[in-house]
């Protein structure tokens, strides 16, 4: 016999967010404007933060090759200078939490906001700027976590991408660069060019 | 300051099986919606350990009201009056304060008000269907709502959504998110329906449902449903405290 161990319990499991996510979460996207005087995580910056000002556009793809019409994405992010809202220093006008969702006619998403800057980790070393991003829809059972990387950063020494043994599949997680300030980001659920999804 | 990165560890692991996988051919959206690659694990960084905040000035005080929020207190929602609250604790039993938790879901007649809810029960002019909070110092949460209707959906021949309520909690950590559904106790429906059922520890599920609580229900007005949430923890040690407190 042992000591029985107290005090602990299970996370509640996940359910699906189910197609209609945005009721919930983004009232104007399912055609509800008006059903909260301020809806969340409309923008992830005010005007005014520092840092440059970048749009990436994407979509999310089934296995079949189809893009979602009904994904709903979270983004969560430091500032220019690798700050989170709420530490020392953070710039006031980045609250770095965006809410945006797939169109519902052309799958595409846009997400406007500022580079983040790289953040240390605990113990030494850093993370190449990044942006964390949880994917929910209809048939997701559990939201998917991925992080967008930047193809003119440099991401040789970022501890996550290090730990991806298939090289290739690196690339899933770094935008291109289409124009100044615009990125190309896509979200592949399933088959050839998954994305790789976190666990951390 | 308890809960800065700088004071607590990283994020507990998640536990996988406490979860439904990925791929449950049971629903079929998600064959081609599951990814086919292990998930890559990794200790969580201040990425995870950090999160958005929001606070009371967002909130408006009827936000938590369904009956009334739609109309703004004009006109009350049809259904049954229930009152829906409980707990945000996190693994380690500790309350989870001030954090937002979000509901949404399909009036007393089984129809959701999105523009591409095509069901053809009628929706109800005083029901929006959303509501938010925040959680108080002790982790508790309220709302006051109806009870959703029932609904077929197109899945097998034959599938109808148990009486669900949608839940979003936050927490502190954005590795902490966390969107599930609240099931009522003796619906027949939720032992026949594929979504609950992708969740495969019958535990799990059954703490999906909420039992009907009396004691908090009000004589001549309305019924109690009680709730908790529990969400990923952080750990705490001395040791963890020292690799970073230097």
């Known amino acids: 016999m042992v000591q029985p161990l107290n005090n602990r319990l299970t996370e509640s499991a996940s359910q699906t967010a189910g197609p209609y996510v945005h009721i919930g979460c983004m009232p104007t996207h399912a055609g509800n404007a008006g059903a909260y005087e301020e809806e969340i995580g409309t923008s992830p910056i005010e005007d005014g933060c520092a840092g440059e000002i970048i749009t990436i556009k994407g979509e999310v793809f089934d296995g079949t090759g189809w893009a979602l019409r009904d994904a709903m994405m979270e983004s969560w992010q430091p500032d220019a200078a690798g700050k989170f809202p709420g530490q020392e220093g953070a710039d006031p006008k980045v609250s770095g939490f965006c809410r945006f969702a797939a169109d519902g006619t052309t799958g595409e998403f846009t997400l406007r906001t500022v580079k983040p800057g790289p953040v240390p980790m605990r113990g030494g070393g850093m993370q190449a700027p990044h942006i964390s991003v949880w994917v929910v829809a209809r048939g997701i059972n559990t939201g998917l976590q991925t992080r967008i990387y930047f193809e003119d950063e440099d991401n040789s020494n970022d501890p996550l991408l290090k730990r991806i043994e298939q090289r290739p599949r690196v690339d899933t997680l770094i935008a291109k660069k289409e124009a100044d300030g615009v990125y190309r980001f896509n979200i592949v659920l399933q088959g050839k060019d998954e994305t790789v999804f976190l666990d951390l | ?246």
């Not at chain 2, 966390?178 to 520890?201: E, N, R, W």
């Open chain 2, 1 to 246: 300051m308890t809960d800065s990165p700088r004071d607590l560890g990283p994020l507990v692991p998640r536990n996988r099986d406490a979860h439904p996988a990925a791929y449950d051919p049971g629903y079929k959206t998600s064959v081609v919606r599951s990814p086919n690659q292990a998930l890559l694990s990794m200790e969580s960084t201040p990425s995870e350990e950090t999160g958005p905040r929001f606070g009371h000035n967002k909130i408006q005080a009827l936000d938590n009201n369904l009956i009334l929020n739609w109309t703004k207190g004009e006109s009350p929602a049809v259904g049954e009056r229930i009152l829906v609250h409980g707990r945000v604790l996190d693994e380690f039993g500790r309350p989870v304060p001030h954090t937002l938790v979000e509901i949404w879901q399909a009036n007393a007649g089984g129809r959701y008000r999105h523009v591409k809810d095509t069901y053809f029960a009628p929706l109800d002019p005083n029901f929006g269907g959303c509501g938010r909070t925040l959680t108080d110092e002790n982790g508790y949460y309220e709302f006051l709502t109806i009870r959703p209707g029932a609904y077929p959906w197109p899945n097998r021949g034959n599938d109808w959504r148990p009486m669900h309520i949608h839940f979003s909690i936050f927490g502190h950590s954005f590795g902490q998110r966390l969107i599930s559904q609240m099931y009522f106790q003796g619906d027949p429906l939720i032992d026949l329906c594929p979504i609950a059922h992708t969740v495969k520890d019958r535990g799990q599920l059954d703490a999906l449902v909420a039992p009907l609580d009396m004691a908090m229900s009000r004589p001549m007005d309305f019924l109690a449903y009680k709730f908790d949430i529990v969400l990923r923890g952080r750990r705490q040690t001395m040791f963890e405290n020292k690799l970073e407190g230097m």
